[in-house]
């Protein structure tokens, strides 16, 4: 009922910068988080950055200092600026919503978006 859509992933130079983007759409009583997750190939999967309803944002140590997280509460947006990309930053990034309706709370996630870091 929920439906997530990313864009802003491409090919950069290292040094570069890329924005993603997650909209969420569908019957949402209130979000309680968004995050960004990413995973590269042979590597598990690893939160880059989260904000909550509250404001309450976290950084992996990674991309501390490069990387910045913001929302646009009015459309459910949520939006990862990415400065100084390096080539470990490639990877596929997801988006990731925490939804509350009513009593229930449902976690749904984007298509992912590929990010990729190169020369």
């Known amino acids: 009922q929920v439906q997530l859509v990313e864009s802003g992933g491409g090919l950069v130079q290292p040094g570069g910068s890329l924005r993603l983007s997650c909209a969420a759409s569908g019957t949402i009583f209130s979000i309680n988080a968004m995050d960004w997750y990413r995973q590269a190939p042979g590597k598990e999967r690893e939160l880059v950055a989260g904000i909550t309803s509250g404001g309450n944002i976290n950084y992996a140590d990674s991309v501390k200092g490069r990387f910045t997280i913001s929302r646009d509460n009015a459309h459910n947006t949520v939006y990862l600026q990415m400065n100084s990309l390096k080539p470990e930053d490639t990877a596929v990034y997801y988006c990731?919503?925490?939804?509350?309706?009513?009593?229930?709370?449902?976690?749904?996630w984007g298509q992912g978006t590929q990010v990729t870091v190169s020369s």
């Open positions: 990731h919503v925490e939804v509350r309706n009513l009593i229930r709370v449902y976690h749904y």
